[in-house]
């Protein structure tokens, strides 16, 4: 798991998820973004909020839990967050954050695979990127 100096890695637009209960992987969905974007990619970041099913949680395949088709329920905000970086009035996810589905799976982050060397570096410059656009954005939206 890679870190910042902030703490864990940000996850932006298109990061890969799985839910314990799913049998496939999917990806995060963001059709809005919250007007601060991650580098490499200049993917927008995701926030507490972002849970919304069809919206930004995509369905998971077939559900262990229910026996059915995968139709994620997810009524709660993200845990795990990085609640330094509040973005649109909603903390930063991160890889280590997570999301609860009332039908018993946990919905969760798949870290980058990367160097952890790299990927440290990468964030610790990325981290600082993002508070200062945070922090322009908030000065610009009040």
């Not at 026996?67 to 970086?85: D, E, F, S, Y």
């Not at 982050?109 to 945070?134: F, L």
Request: glycine share 10%.
């Amino acid at each position: 798991m890679s870190t910042t100096a902030s703490g864990p890695a940000y996850t932006p637009r298109g990061t890969k998820c799985k839910c314990s209960k799913g049998s496939s992987p999917n990806i995060l969905n963001l059709p809005e973004d919250h007007g601060v974007a991650y580098t490499p990619g200049m993917e927008p970041l995701l926030n507490a909020n972002d849970h919304v099913p069809g919206r930004h949680i995509l369905k998971f395949g077939f559900c262990a839990a229910m026996r059915l088709p995968c139709a994620p329920v997810t009524p709660l905000a993200w845990i795990n967050v990085n609640k330094k970086h509040i973005l649109e009035g909603a903390p930063a996810l991160t890889e280590q954050s997570k999301l609860t589905c009332v039908k018993g799976g946990v919905i969760s982050i798949i870290p980058v695979n990367a160097g952890s060397a790299q990927i440290g570096e990468r964030n610790q410059a990325d981290g600082d990127k993002v508070e200062t656009i945070a922090s322009a954005v908030e000065a610009v939206n009040p």
